[in-house]
Antibody, heavy 119, light 110 residues
């Protein structure tokens, strides 16, 4: 199970840190993703991090503004968001990436936390 | 930047069959993209239905099947049920470590 928290209302240019707490699986064995969905829009990749936390990936739209990290001891994934813009307003989901003999897939999703950017 | 294209909307009758497709702007979708299909109902988190082209999860109803069709990823629903009305998203894995989503298909069961 994945449960996100930390969303809320923030002014343009402000910062926010999202958390995603995992349970029911060995957290450090899995890469994790942040995916967002603006109101009425589709799914958009935001960021990813490998199981050890030493490789990170970002969408061009958030590069240099967002930082993904994880604390495997706490089974928690984070997304530090800065210089927030109106277009960052969305529900932010965390998701687990798994791998088996057939390949890669994303199998567990959190319900998401809403980030509203408005003055 | 890769753009993944899906049909914006499709309508199917209960009991019917419908195929959703997923095309990549960079060329043919192959098994190396590990194409997945997700279902999302209003107010809910996405739910993975198929992965690595044609594999199903333990929770995936048998009527859903994934495949590659003419250079695209495809999701076929056979014997559509009213509860299948939802948004469906194609997901491809890129070599850069990120995920690429299609724009979504709104499936109406009417």
């Amino acid at each position: 199970q994945l449960v996100e928290s930390g969303g809320g209302l923030v002014q343009p240019g402000g910062s926010l840190r999202l958390s995603c707490t995992a349970s029911g699986f060995t957290f450090n064995n899995y890469a994790m993703h942040w995916v967002r969905q603006a109101p009425g829009r589709g799914l958009e990749f935001v960021s990813a991090i490998n199981g050890d936390g030493d490789s990170t990936y970002y969408a061009d739209s958030v590069k240099a503004r967002f930082t993904v990290s994880r604390d495997n001891a706490k089974s928690t994934l984070y997304l530090q968001m800065g210089s927030l813009r109106a277009e960052d307003m969305a529900v932010y989901h965390c998701a687990r990436e798994a791998y088996d003999s057939s390949g890669y897939y994303v199998d567990i999703w959190g319900r998401g936390t809403m980030v509203t950017v408005s003055s | 930047q890769t753009v993944v294209t899906q049909e914006p909307s499709l309508t199917v009758s209960p009991g019917g069959t419908v195929t959703l497709t997923c095309a990549s702007s960079t060329g043919a979708v192959t098994s190396l993209h590990y194409p997945s299909w997700l279902q999302q109902k209003p107010g809910q988190a996405p739910r993975s239905l198929t992965y690595s082209t044609s594999n199903k999860h333990s929770w995936t109803p048998a009527r859903f099947s994934g495949s590659l069709l003419g250079g695209k990823a495809a999701l076929t629903l056979s014997g559509v049920q009213p509860e299948d009305e939802a948004d469906y998203y194609c997901l491809l894995f890129s070599s850069g470590g990120n995920l690429v989503f299609g724009g979504g298909t709104k499936l109406t069961v009417l």
